[in-house]
């Protein structure tokens, strides 16, 4: 007897039923409430149909992460929240085992992503919020990052425009809290052999990308693009430090 737990299948597991005290070895078969304990230590505790995990339950993992909420067919699907062991955490919408729909995550360093989600990734409008600066990032998001939205800053200044790797690229415009606006342009560079791992919850979202930013304005201003290099220099450390 088979039952799929997580990624891997898991061959040989008991459960012990919540309301007799009888443990089986297979949950083949039952319906209710039960604890089933697998072979790599990892728990599930909660409702079964028919030997499936169905309905609300909790999930222990060998890693330290913990999920609490609804299943349908042995997977995470509908409302829960997963703690990801010294990860963050996030609460919302799930579909067969991943983030999907609307929810919130929470990271190690209290940044804050509240938005919408596809197959485990942000997708859709959402917002980032920089818990140490207060800076946001809002828009639309595909595919884990930023493409199309604004980099807002807590005095009202604020750009908009096109992002790639969650930062500016192409053509744009600053809004200065004094009513100024300035438009111009962002290219992107990439330092050679700057790239490092970042872990997102369980799928994660792929390559952290160290990127130069360089700003040309449309006009001939000094002042203006004096002000543009400033701001984007503080994002730039603010991205690369707790992002």
Same mark, same amino acid.
């Given at each position: 007897?088979? %039952? ?12 012990? %039923?919540?309301?007799?005290? *009888? ?25 079964? *149909? ?15 992460? =913990? ?11 509908? +409302?829960?929240?997963? +703690?990801? =062991? ?15 729909? *609307? ?25 980032? %919020? ?35 790797? =969650? ?27 700057? *790239? ?14 160290? +990127? ?8 001939? +201003? ?22």
């Amino acid at each position: 007897n088979q %039952i799929i737990m997580g990624e891997e299948e898991q061959t040989e597991y008991t459960i012990t %039923i919540t309301e007799t005290g *009888e443990t089986r070895k297979s949950s083949r078969g039952f319906s209710g409430h039960a604890t089933a304990t697998y072979p790599n230590a990892e728990v599930y505790e909660g409702n079964f *149909e028919e030997g499936i995990r169905t309905g609300k339950g909790k999930y222990k993992y060998a890693n330290g992460d =913990n999920y609490e909420g609804d299943f349908k067919a042995n997977l995470k699907h509908g +409302i829960g929240k997963m +703690i990801y =062991n010294e990860k963050g955490d996030y609460y919302g919408y799930w579909e067969n085992g991943k983030r999907h729909g *609307e929810g919130v995550f929470t990271y190690p360093n209290k940044d804050v992503y509240s938005g919408w989600w596809k197959f485990g990734k942000k997708d859709g409008k959402g917002t980032y %919020i920089f818990f140490e600066t207060g800076m946001k990032l809002f828009g639309e998001w595909r595919n884990g990052t930023l493409e199309d939205g604004k980099w807002i800053f807590p005095n009202g200044t604020y750009y908009e425009g096109l992002f790639a790797n =969650n930062q500016p690229t192409g053509k744009g415009k600053w809004y200065f809290n004094n009513g100024n606006v300035v438009e111009g342009a962002y290219a992107q560079s990439k330092p050679v052999d700057e *790239e490092e791992d970042i872990e997102e919850g369980e799928e994660g979202e792929g390559k952290k990308i160290k +990127i130069k930013l360089e700003w040309k304005t449309d006009s001939n +201003i000094a002042k203006s693009a004096e002000l543009v290099n400033s701001v984007e220099q503080q994002f730039n450390e603010e991205f690369q430090n707790n992002r």
